[in-house]
């Protein structure tokens, strides 16, 4: 074998678009048990890629085809190196039978030692994430509106449970109230709880933690959490708990000292402060329309802020925004100052933190809120303290479209997923996109990160902080129950919004932060929550459903196909976004073919298999 020319002949020049990313994860992934997966993408054309290493003597690894849409081929190979250095590069060929190579610089007649890529796995070492996350079931709670378990603990003014949801007021929910609610999370079919942040605040949503380290009383305090982890784990169920340590509450011990000190505090670095005395100058005449009941509540809320905080409002004249502080605040949002985690104590001070609650309260792992509006380089220490207290916490980020930069193994294992949720919401709940554009986004989006990544991918429809699935889409349940098929047989943790299983509603924030309807069980839709038990349980009972690989078997206008598979086991599941389906043959050869779900029928003809009478907005899972 000729390492130069692989094929012992000279490569074609044209230039094809190929891609690989030595750096990223997604294409170059060593393993724990020593192996290395490597990906690549091509344009269609190439019949033959192969990966040609060098571990001390010469391999050719032959690639596969795991995937492919309109536009990209997806290679992948697995190789087992004689020693944890190598250096590679790719030869392929096209269907008109030419050889192309292709190496560090792109594509060359012949690949020499220097064009070669270089892997130390010493110093590019596997990372995994937990086992325990994968392909699980997480139900995230916004814990104000799920369940009041303890009326003691109702903050001052909270109105009657179910009420219309508004910016600042309560309603009563409480960690006792999740505890009391367990058996029913468990038959849901949940593995995982999500809760939005439970630290002592002020506002119904707590991402403005005036104490990072407890519990606030409103929620129970310290011993809420501590009794509801622990029915939780004998349950074998977990918690995520989440948080945001890009800002604070300005009644937050060290913002106060700042603004009683000035710039002789000791946490002056911890914020970024325009100009001292601290104030908020205020625009009276820049007001809006006050009519609105949320502009209302925001201009008492202001005098209500400086009785709190103590931050004088200053009135000023003149042209401007209606309120403009002398510190940074994220998004400009008054009660929000933004922390300075370039500082080493403020670092020291949340790394502690972090660390805290992993080992006080014995949470399962974090949930960082607007984790791309810190520096990335806290990432990676979050990660090592984090880890070294509970190496299987699940570190899950909020951060919206490619976070590959935030998943290579040094950061995070997950992101909040709203790829998928984007594209769900054009494909089922407005149906603007085309099937074959959302079956080439769904299988970009799998192959986007490394496996080990898109298996805890957090896959969500609805969140606190957009729309309601269902509100989007007209309030038509059909189109969530489609949705929440897809979402509950694709690769990764799939994400339900508290309420989306009993067909709950709601506009933007904040709307979509109803109370859970305990007290109006006429109210859930009974279809919805039945379907939702049994693919949870087909999910538990198939473990090609939970960890297998997805590959896409057919594409019609309105439908399409897919496969999970293990070693043991095939499943087929087929989405229907339009009319009815008579019958329909799928390039699937079996000789089985039993329906797990769904009101169609199938048969196997020839070992061929022909689905019947597929309703429409609906779907079907086989076993084949």
């Known amino acids: ?10 490569g074609f020049l044209y230039p094809y678009d190929i891609r690989y990313d030595a750096g990223d994860r997604a294409f170059c992934n060593p393993l724990p048990d020593g192996a290395v997966q490597f990906r690549l993408l091509t344009q269609h054309g190439f019949t033959a890629a192969t990966l040609v290493y060098n571990d001390g003597a010469v ?7 795991a995937a492919q849409d309109r536009r990209f081929l997806y290679w992948e190979t697995t190789i087992r190196p004689a020693r944890p250095t190598l250096s590679y590069s790719f030869a392929l060929k096209t269907h008109t039978d030419h050889v192309v190579y292709f190496c560090k610089h792109g594509i060359d007649h012949a690949v020499e030692p220097l064009d070669r890529w270089q892997l130390d796995m010493a ?7 937990p086992a325990w996350m994968d392909g699980a079931v997480v139900y995230q709670i916004f814990p104000e509106r799920f369940a009041n378990g303890d009326p003691t603990n109702d903050p001052p003014g909270t109105v009657p449970w179910g009420s219309p949801p508004r910016w600042l007021e309560f309603q009563g929910g409480d960690l006792h109230g999740i505890a009391t609610r367990l058996d029913y999370l468990h038959d849901l079919g949940v593995d995982v709880i999500y809760v939005n942040p439970i630290n002592t605040s002020p506002s119904t949503h707590k991402f403005d933690a005036a104490d990072f380290y407890h519990v606030d009383p409103a929620f129970g305090g310290d011993a809420a959490l ?6 939780l784990h004998a349950r074998d169920m977990r918690l995520i708990v989440d948080a945001s340590f890009n800002h604070c509450h300005p009644s937050f011990f060290a913002f106060q000292d700042v ?13 970024t402060i325009y100009e001292y005395p601290i104030v908020v100058r205020y625009r009276p005449h820049a007001a809006p329309d006050v009519a609105d009941h949320m502009q209302r509540q925001y201009i ?21 925004p209606l309120v403009e502080p002398t510190y940074l605040a994220w998004y400009g949002v008054l009660d929000m100052p933004k922390l300075n985690q370039r500082n080493p104590e403020t670092r020291a001070y949340f790394l502690d933190v972090a660390a805290h609650w992993l080992r006080e309260f014995d949470i399962d792992g974090w949930r960082m809120d607007v984790a791309r509006h810190i520096e990335p380089d806290f990432w990676t220490d979050f990660r090592r303290v984090t880890k070294a207290v509970k190496p299987e916490c699940f570190l899950l980020a909020e951060i919206w479209g490619n976070t590959a930069p935030w998943l290579q193994g040094d950061q995070f294992d997950a992101t909040m997923n709203y790829i998928f949720r984007d594209m769900c919401v054009d494909y089922f709940a407005r149906a603007d996109m085309d099937t074959p554009t959302f079956l080439d986004g769904l299988t970009r989006m799998l192959f986007l990160y490394a496996p080990q990544v898109t298996a805890v991918s957090h896959n969500l429809l609805s969140s606190h902080d957009v729309e309601r699935f269902l509100h989007v889409a007209g309030e038509d349940v059909r189109r969530l129950r489609l949705a929440t098929l897809l979402q509950l047989t694709l690769p990764g943790a799939p994400g339900i919004y508290y309420g989306d299983e009993i067909g709950m509603s709601g506009a933007n924030d904040p709307d979509c932060r109803r109370a859970f309807p305990w007290h109006a069980p006429e109210t859930w839709d009974q279809e919805m929550l039945e379907t939702t038990r049994t693919l949870t349980r087909l999910r538990r009972a198939h473990p090609a459903l939970r960890h297998g690989s997805w590959r896409a078997v057919w594409v019609g206008n309105d439908a399409f196909a897919f496969e999970r598979r293990t070693e043991g086991e095939r499943i087929l599941v087929l989405i229907n976004r339009g009319p009815s389906l008579q019958q329909l043959t ?3 050869h079996t000789q089985t073919a039993a329906v797990l779900w769904g009101d169609a029928t199938a048969a196997v003809e020839e070992e061929t298999l022909v689905v019947h009478n597929v309703p429409a907005w609906d779907g079907l899972i086989l076993a084949v």
């Not at 008492?300 to 401007?320: K, M, N, R, S």
């Open 259 to 271: 603004l009683h000190h000035g710039p002789d505090s000791p946490y002056s670095d911890w914020f």
């Open 1 to 10: 074998m000729n390492e130069i020319k692989y094929y012992s002949t000279v």
């Open 300 to 320: 008492a809320w202001l005098h209500d802020f400086q009785a709190l905080t103590g931050i004088p409002l200053e009135p000023v004249p003149g042209e401007g």
């Open 226 to 231: 501590h009794e509801l982890v622990a029915a």
């Open 123 to 129: 110093r590019f070492q596997p990372f995994s994430t």
């Open 59 to 65: 391999h050719g690894a032959p690639m596969r085809v």
């Open 586 to 588: 799928l390039p699937l």
